[in-house]
């Protein structure tokens, strides 16, 4: 463990939390004068697929295009001013040309500013020599099918150290390929107070943080279950994480703007999308999140504490894309008497007449169709419920290998606006477009097959990847919650929202249900009745495989992890929910019995 540096919190504001995130984080946090770094994320599983098939039209694209213009040409003069440092995984696939870019805008802005890169996530190059490694094929993590032959994009995970090597260097901006999404937060922690990459608790502490902003709002009340206790969507505050030298942080934003701090909305994202609690795997440090607790440390403001780590894996993800053949998705609004049987037989009718055009033309038949009603509840499977509606709107989704059969598709679907319903309407917009089908994927690889390199000016410098590495050991077993002894007397049955928050997300075609009790005695009764075999049961019509259940002690909540959950997953995935997002909701409504003197708090819509 390093000596500790005595140096101030290092205060880090989050400004993005996607490709495609409001413009209004980075300004509100630079003007703020509160924060001494500003960190963007940008890259999903689903934004590779982007970046990937935007590089297939134009070699110099690739990259989050939004960071350059117009965010940073907005912030940069103020950014200059006030000595801020910027970290970003913009470069997505082509970070060169993402420094380009940015060094372009500075010099029309007559800044002087200097520019990083890593790189050594691409892995393209040593794929061969990987396959012939693990015996000829490499394994997806997400059903265990070959990894394809032919990939467009291949880029390994990288960690942290590169960027605090960077800003060691002196780069005023860092810019990424494929680094996971904490390590622009964790970089800078590293450069700051000059921690030990064996450090392993402060860098679990650290990669936390990470966690907790890189998703923008959903920190500071985005997404939160008890939406309607949350002020001013409109002015809505971005995230800043205020980050001690022991790995502890304060959670907060910016004074007088909208949102809400709170253990609550703070703990949902530290559910979100983490699997195995005790084993969140990064390249620089393995954290365990089960004793972490939270606590109001004041208004809007909440201090983390507690996260345990343990050395990295001796293995990196590589985030994955291939062509697999075009996609198109059509939408008609239906209105009037029987709206919603005259939408399902427009689009079931609609597939049946192109799959016979296809067909005859010797093309094949559709790879996958899907047709959903909007406005039916499609979701909710056997609960939907049976109400009768007079404006739904008809999607129809088809994939096929030939873009011409798909070009087919996108100019009859516009054929049942005088063919078949009354009431076929709908706004403008054209006969919509084809588009690829690109599919992530995702393995394991040696990190010795990964050599990143910082590039600042004319310096090349090498990081290494394997010195801190061990072999995985599985998290030490915690107690399940305590045995759940019903009183005797009058019960209730309400739904689980009236007894806990929730927030779900995706990992390819896993879902991940994030449960929080609202009062710390009621999980006992929560971890009675939400089973994973209830659950299992509740999603039966879109989970196919396995729900694991994680206990985290130090928030009183569970984590649930739904296997082969979302049909793919991603742009894999033809349904209305593809990223899990609704999945929470969903089970919020699970109803759960409950001692009828229960007091139990007012919620929100319905459930008042």
Not at 320 to 331: E, I, N, P, Y
Request: aromatic content about 6%; glycine content about 10%; some cysteine.
């Amino acid at each position: 463990m390093s000596t500790p540096s005595n140096r101030p919190p290092l205060r880090i504001g989050g400004a993005s939390g996607f490709w495609g995130d409001s413009s209004l984080g980075a300004p509100q946090l630079v003007n703020s004068g509160l924060i001494d770094v500003l960190v963007f994320d940008y890259l999903a599983e689903t934004t590779m697929a982007i970046l990937a098939a935007a590089q297939r039209k134009n070699p110099e694209a690739g990259f989050a295009t939004d960071f350059v213009d117009p965010v940073m040409r907005q912030v940069l003069p103020e950014v200059v001013k006030r000595g801020i440092k910027v970290v970003t995984n913009a470069g997505g696939i082509h970070p060169q040309a993402c420094a380009r870019a940015l060094a372009k805008v500075a010099d029309e802005l007559g800044l002087s500013v200097k520019i990083a890169i890593v790189e050594g996530d691409d892995v393209r190059a040593a794929l061969p020599a990987l396959r012939e490694a693990a015996g000829g094929t490499l394994v997806d993590l997400v059903g265990s099918q070959p990894v394809p032959a032919n990939l467009l994009s291949a880029n390994a995970y990288l960690g942290a150290e590169p960027i605090a090597r960077a800003l060691d260097a002196g780069a005023d901006i860092v810019i990424t390929g494929r680094s996971v999404d904490s390590a622009v937060t964790l970089g800078a922690l590293i450069h700051h107070f000059g921690w030990s990459m064996t450090d392993f608790d402060r860098l679990a502490g650290a990669s936390l943080a990470g966690h907790i902003i890189e998703c923008g709002c959903q920190a500071t009340g985005g997404l939160f279950t008890d939406w309607d206790t949350v002020p001013d969507w409109t002015h809505i505050g971005y995230p800043i994480v205020e980050c001690a030298e022991d790995g502890s942080f304060t959670v907060t934003k910016v004074p007088g703007t909208g949102g809400l701090v709170s253990p609550a909305t703070v703990g949902e994202q530290l559910l979100y999308e983490i699997g195995d609690p005790g084993a969140y795997l990064l390249p620089d440090v393995t954290c365990d999140f089960r004793q972490v607790t939270m606590v109001q440390a004041g208004p809007d403001r909440v201090h983390v504490a507690g996260v345990r780590g343990s050395a990295p894996p001796e293995t990196l993800k590589v985030s994955a894309t291939t062509l697999v053949g075009w996609r198109c998705d059509g939408m008609t609004v239906i209105v009037g008497i029987d709206a919603v049987a005259k939408a399902r037989r427009t689009g079931e009718s609609l597939v049946q007449r192109t799959r016979e055009m296809i067909l005859a033309r010797g093309w094949g038949d559709f790879s996958a169709t899907r047709v959903e009603v909007i406005g039916t509840e499609t979701l909710y499977g056997p609960r939907a419920t049976s109400a009768q509606l007079r404006e739904v709107i008809v999607r129809v989704a088809v994939r096929h290998p030939k873009k011409e059969a798909l070009e087919l598709f996108t100019r009859e679907k516009a054929a049942p606006g005088t063919s078949w319903s009354p009431g076929t309407t709908g706004p403008g917009g054209g006969r919509g477009s084809v588009s690829p089908h690109i599919v992530p994927c995702a393995f394991l690889i040696p990190r010795s097959a990964v050599q990143p390199v910082v590039k600042l000016g004319d310096q090349a410098i090498a990081v290494p990847m394997a010195t801190t590495a061990r072999p995985l050991a599985a998290p030490a077993p915690l107690p399940d919650p305590a045995a759940w002894k019903a009183p005797a007397g009058a019960t209730q049955t309400v739904p689980l929202v009236r007894l806990a928050w929730g927030r779900s997300g995706d990992k390819g075609d896993i879902s991940n249900i994030g449960l929080i009790a609202r009062r710390p005695e009621w999980l006992p009764l929560l971890w009675a009745q939400v089973t994973p075999e209830r659950v299992q049961d509740w999603f039966a019509h879109m989970v196919k495989g396995r729900v694991d259940r994680h206990h985290l002690p130090g928030l009183h909540a569970m984590n649930l992890v739904m296997h082969q959950a979302l049909d793919g997953g991603g742009p894999a995935s033809l349904r209305l929910d593809p990223l899990g997002k609704g999945m929470a909701q969903l089970l919020l409504e699970m109803p759960i019995t409950v001692p009828a003197d229960w007091d139990l708090p007012a919620q929100v819509g319905l459930y008042r």
